[in-house]
Structure formats: structure tokens, C-alpha cells
């Protein structure tokens, strides 16, 4: 602490009054013990600084603390339902957690000791500790008096109080769901629920059927290929196929989950261990659709043509390689005539696309749109596609008049329909129905002239109206209500006709005919 002494006044200067002289000195005294009393209050403190002579003091904090943690117990209930665990996740009181203790102790002694050198031992030696073995410092530090070393939460329980921080608690019935030992049963039942099961411990071969017959008893489609997955890596398969044999309603499920995950080679073990030739071959054939490249297809498809497949599905696969290997001849043959240009409908409609790996369909409307001319002999030619995969004739009517009507083609259109009796009458006919034809040609703009045409063609009256008011077919709408002997009907359509058309002269001439006998 700073003493100032007061500053006695100068003695008077010759020229100037005592009375001066004496104010003066005293103003500046003044100043002086204010300037005292500001140095002291900055450079005071509450707080004592630390002596090892301060045991008393050092006790007296001790109990002041705890009674501090005492008092956490009107704050906070006790709950003998809750774990401990350290910081680490380990609960307090473990084998690994006292290891882990008596590490972290052994690797802090030295320092410890370290520390007691550097201090004054005449101190400890003139003041011997009291009889209670913790300190503040300990207390803290996690060190008793004796040397031992302890965790926070061990200081707090050996005095009597319940640790509240800075331990992790979780509660016991959280901790179950992991570690407890669960029933086959219960463990199903925990897994419909959505819970988190572990079904390790699960280990002999009992256990695990047992767990899948609850799970199919509950008829739960996620549980129980939840639980193949679990039988399907920790048991060899052929144990897993004999086991799912006699359980048909799991063997369904690893069936379908093996198909949607793509594991081929275990699918197909699992067929041929069943006997299942046809499902064998089946899957097998579908591994064609992972290969792209066209000529590596047509050799797989070969060699599926062996494979152990029905009557029906042998047919289907040999139509498969037959139509690729087609496909092959004619994009070659194509994309020739395409880089030449020497033809004019590659020229005026280039194609979009490749006609690989088409269906048959496709490749029918593609053969129709740029090869409909070509003689049968070909194989691009729609009759020879016709022929050799035995399409129907509704099929290449409706394909072919798509095809035909895209490019305008009216006489190939009408071509189509046209047919010859043995008398050599012609006649239209259309097993596709002639409603269908007039759609697909309004479809595709066809004038009114071919509509009116294949409207007149509808057997139906009603929908033979219909299409021709639609689609304005005027000549069809009076022909029709003049067979009909429909005198009102006619003179009300007359009303909708433009003023001064020919159809409106049309109706005048009808109606003014009195050699037809109207029905009203």
C-alpha cells in the first residue's frame, strides 16, 4: 500500500503576502490526498491472494462446497433408474472404464510429484494436514491425500451425494434395446414396432428358424427379409435352402429379394436346388438385358436357345435372336443407304433412331414407313416380318396404316383395305373396324375427302353420325338422314350448313323430291 506524506507549503516568496503563500499550499495538500485515496481504491482487492499457511481457509471452502452439492438433492429427484457413463460412453464402474482410470492415474503421478518439489517443504512440514483426506484441489482434480486418484464422479459418491455432471445418463430401458437378452418373439415383435434389434446373438441354427417362423406367424414382409438377410450371411446356403424348402412363404421372399437386388449367381443356385429348370433358364435369359452391344446380345441370345425353356417360352427366345439378327442386317443396310443418299426417303425423312433392339412392333412400323414397297424376299420387307413372326392381321393393318398415313400415302392406304373375291369383285373390309380408320386418319390430317370415304364405310348408323358431324362430313350427315326417310332431322341439320353451300342446295333438292317417302 502507498503512503503519501503530506507536502509541507514553500516558505513565502519575498514579494507576496503569508496569507497567499498559505492557501496555496494548502489547495495543493488537497489535491494530494485525493490523488491518495483514488490509488488505493484501484489497487485494493476482496480477494485474498493464496499462502500454503492457509489450511483453515482451505477447510472452511471444502465445506462450503460441499454443502453446495448437498444441496443439489432438493433440486434434483434421485432416480435409482439411471446409468452412469463417462465421457468416453462407458458405463462408470466397468472393467474397461477402471482400466482406463488407472491409466490416465499412472500417466498423472509424475507430474503430481513434480509439483510437491517445487513447493516450500518447510510449510508442510510446520503445518500437518487435518484427518480428512480431500482438498479443495483434489476435490476438483480428481486426487485424494493419500496419493490415490479418482474421477470426479467417484469424489462425488464416496461423500455421500448422487453425481449429477458431468456424467452422460441414459436410461435403462434405452440401454436394453441393445444389449438385453430378447426372445424370438419379442425380438419380432420389437422389429414390427420399428425398433433398433440386434440379432447377433442369435447363433445357433434353432434360434435363427425360430426367429423366421415368428416373423412369417406375423405375416410382416419387411421383417421377414429383414431376417433372410440376416439368415443369408451368417448361414452357408445350402443349410439356408434346405431350411427355406419347407418354408414356402419365406422362400417366395428371398426369391423376389434376390431378383430386385440382382444377385444372379445366388438366384440361380437357389432354382437349380430346387429343381426349377424353367425358372433356371428364365433367369438366365434375362441377363441379356444388361448387354448393349448388339452383336454380343445375338451370341448370348444363341446360346440361350439350349437353355430348358417351355414350348411356349423356346419360341419366344428363338423369335427374340431371329428378329436381332434382322435388326443387325437391316440398320447396316440403312445407315449405307442414309450416308449415300441415294435414296429419297432417307433423304426427306432421316431417321431419329436405330432400329437395334426394337420391339417387333417397332421394327414393323419401321419397316413399313421406309421398306413397304420392297418385294417379300427381303428382311426388311413388312410382309417377310409378317410371315416369318406370324403377326396378326389386325396387328399389321393397324401398324401399316400408321406407318402409311404419316407419310400421306392415300393409295397405299386404300390399297390396304381393298380386297379381291374369287368372282374379281374388289371390296373394302377392315379387321380393325373402319371407326378405328377414320380416327387414325383424322389423326394424321387426312382431307375430308378419304375421311368421308371411310365414313360412309361404318356399318353402325349412330356411330356413322357421329364421325361424320365430328369431323364435318356433311355429304355422309344428309346421305345418311335421307336413307333414313328423315325429314325433320334433314331440315334441322340444313340449319347448320353454310348459306348458299352445295350442301344446303344438296338438302333443298332432297327435300323437294316427292318421290321419297318421309317417315315425319
Request: glycine letters at 4%; one cysteine or more; hydrophobic letters at 35%.
Amino acid at each position: 500500500m502507498v503512503h503519501c506524506a503530506e507536502l509541507k507549503p514553500p516558505p513565502p516568496h519575498p514579494f507576496r503576502g503569508g496569507s497567499t503563500l498559505r492557501a496555496a499550499g494548502l489547495a495543493v495538500g488537497a489535491m494530494n490526498r485525493m490523488k491518495v485515496d483514488e490509488e488505493e481504491y484501484w489497487h485494493s482487492s476482496k480477494c485474498k491472494a493464496f499462502t500454503f499457511d492457509d489450511e483453515d481457509d482451505e477447510l472452511s471452502q471444502l465445506k462450503e462446497s460441499k454443502r453446495a452439492v448437498n444441496s443439489l438433492r432438493d433440486i434434483v429427484d434421485d432416480d435409482d433408474d439411471v446409468e452412469k457413463f463417462s465421457w468416453s460412453g462407458e458405463p462408470v464402474g466397468s472393467i474397461s472404464w477402471s482400466i482406463k482410470e488407472t491409466a490416465s492415474s499412472s500417466s498423472n503421478a509424475p507430474e503430481g510429484r513434480d509439483s510437491g518439489l517445487q513447493k516450500g517443504s518447510s510449510s508442510h512440514a510446520a503445518f500437518p494436514k487435518q484427518a480428512s483426506s480431500y482438498s479443495i484441489s483434489s476435490f476438483f482434480k480428481g486426487r485424494n491425500k493419500l496419493g490415490s486418484f479418482q474421477s470426479l464422479s467417484d469424489a462425488l459418491s464416496l461423500t455421500g451425494v448422487k453425481s449429477y455432471a458431468p456424467e452422460l445418463r441414459r436410461p435403462k430401458a434405452e440401454y436394453k434395446d441393445y444389449s438385453s437378452d430378447w426372445s424370438p418373439k419379442d425380438t419380432v415383435r420389437r422389429m414390427q414396432r420399428g425398433k433398433i434389434c440386434s440379432l447377433e446373438r442369435f447363433r445357433s441354427l434353432r434360434e435363427k428358424l425360430m426367429l423366421l417362423d415368428e416373423a412369417v406367424a406375423v405375416h410382416d414382409g419387411n421383417v421377414i427379409t429383414a431376417i433372410l438377410i440376416f439368415l443369408k450371411r451368417t448361414l452357408k446356403k445350402e443349410i439356408l435352402f434346405q431350411e427355406l424348402e419347407v418354408r414356402q412363404v419365406a422362400l417366395r421372399h428371398l426369391i423376389h429379394f434376390l431378383k430386385e437386388t440382382g444377385e444372379q449367381k445366388l438366384l440361380l443356385d437357389l432354382l437349380r436346388f430346387l429343381d426349377r429348370t424353367e425358372e433356371v433358364a428364365l433367369s438366365q435369359y434375362r441377363e441379356h438385358l444388361s448387354i448393349q452391344d448388339a452383336e454380343k446380345r445375338r451370341e448370348f441370345l444363341k446360346g440361350c436357345i439350349r437353355l430348358p425353356f417351355s414350348s411356349e417360352d423356346a419360341v419366344h427366345v428363338q423369335d427374340h435372336y431371329t428378329l436381332l439378327e434382322r435388326q443387325i442386317i437391316i440398320e447396316a443396310n440403312d445407315r449405307h443407304l442414309e450416308a449415300s443418299g441415294q435414296s429419297e426417303i432417307f433423304r426427306k425423312y432421316p431417321r431419329k433412331a436405330s432400329i437395334l433392339n426394337m420391339p417387333l412392333v417397332t421394327t414393323l412400323f419401321y419397316s413399313c414407313f421406309y421398306h413397304y414397297t420392297e418385294a417379300e424376299g427381303t428382311f426388311s420387307s413388312p410382309t417377310n416380318l409378317k410371315k416369318t413372326f406370324k403377326i396378326p392381321d389386325k396387328q399389321y393393318v393397324l401398324t401399316a396404316l400408321a406407318a402409311r398415313a404419316k407419310l400421306r400415302a392415300w393409295h397405299d392406304v386404300d390399297a390396304l383395305f381393298t380386297t379381291k373375291n374369287w368372282l374379281g369383285y374388289t371390296k373394302k373390309r377392315a379387321p380393325i373396324g373402319f371407326h378405328r380408320v377414320v380416327e387414325i386418319l383424322q389423326r394424321n390430317s387426312a382431307p375430308v375427302q378419304v375421311l368421308q370415304e371411310y365414313v360412309r364405310l361404318v356399318e353402325d348408323v349412330e356411330t356413322r353420325l357421329n364421325l361424320a358431324m365430328k369431323y364435318k362430313c356433311h355429304d355422309v350427315v344428309i346421305d345418311t338422314y335421307r336413307d333414313l326417310k328423315d325429314r325433320h332431322q334433314l331440315m334441322a341439320y340444313r340449319c347448320k350448313v353454310e348459306r348458299g353451300s352445295a350442301e344446303e342446295d344438296k338438302i333443298d333438292n332432297i327435300l323437294s323430291n316427292s318421290q321419297i317417302r318421309w317417315k315425319n
